[in-house]
């Protein structure tokens, strides 16, 4: 099947720095990546649908200057978390789009401190 | 508006034994139906879909899913369970609007050894 990676894994970072989270799609191109959230024990929140060569699109009450979005190849989109903050802590995962199927990346638990 | 439900928050069952995991859906037109899987710490897995075609839809690891469209159902089965069936498990339509996933709010499947 086909396969989607994050990068990193894990993140442990100080309030007030910027995170980057890497999302690949690995062996199919991708015009449409999505971005998501969970908090513990809850399903997946829809964060943004990031399209190739545009701008994404967020879901309303995802402040967009908090958290960028760059979709700049087929198999790349990045999520910068700006300035982030202890609330900012979470588990993002991110999402391709292939034939008919999204396909979803492992995931990165991202706590701030 | 589109929605899932997803009735258990929690099924158990012995290894060995069937499982059935409830979906039951709203959608206008003709469904896009998936199902995922979701391991502790993990991104979701496909497990199958449902777009056209046979009402019986074979996946990985020996699941299978009955869309019914009468009842508005997309149960997903097994017919014996394993002990590392034990996951979260998250039903999905898309919506033919948006083109997003709309999940269910999950359910934990615990199997007993």
């Known amino acids: 099947g086909a396969v989607v990676s994050q990068h990193p894994s894990w993140v442990i970072c100080k309030s007030g720095t910027s995170v980057k989270i890497e999302c690949r799609s690995l062996d199919f191109q991708a015009t449409t990546m999505f971005w998501y959230r969970q908090f513990p024990k809850q399903s997946l929140m829809l964060m943004a649908t990031s399209n190739e060569g545009s701008k994404a699109t967020y879901e309303q009450g995802v402040e967009k200057d908090k958290f960028l979005i760059n979709h700049a190849s087929l198999t790349l989109s990045t999520l910068t978390v700006t300035s982030a903050h202890p609330e900012d802590s979470s588990f993002y995962i991110c999402s391709a789009r292939g034939e008919q199927t999204q396909y979803f990346g492992p995931g990165t638990r991202l706590l701030v401190l | 508006a589109q929605s899932v439900a997803q009735p258990e928050d929690q099924v158990n069952v012995a290894e060995g034994n069937p499982l059935t995991v409830k979906c039951t859906y709203s959608v206008s037109g003709n469904p896009y139906l998936f199902w995922y899987v979701q391991y502790p710490n993990r991104g979701l897995q496909f497990l199958l879909k449902?777009?056209?075609?046979?009402?019986l839809v074979k996946g990985s690891y020996g699941f299978e899913a009955e869309f019914n469209k009468s009842q508005t159902s997309f149960h997903l089965k097994k017919p014996s369970a394993l002990v590392s069936d034990s996951a979260l498990y998250f039903c999905?339509?898309?919506?033919?609007?948006?083109?997003?996933?709309?999940f269910g709010t999950g359910t934990r499947l615990q199997v007993f050894p």
């Open positions: 449902y777009i056209t075609g046979d009402n």
């Open positions: 999905a339509v898309r919506d033919p609007y948006t083109d997003k996933l709309i």
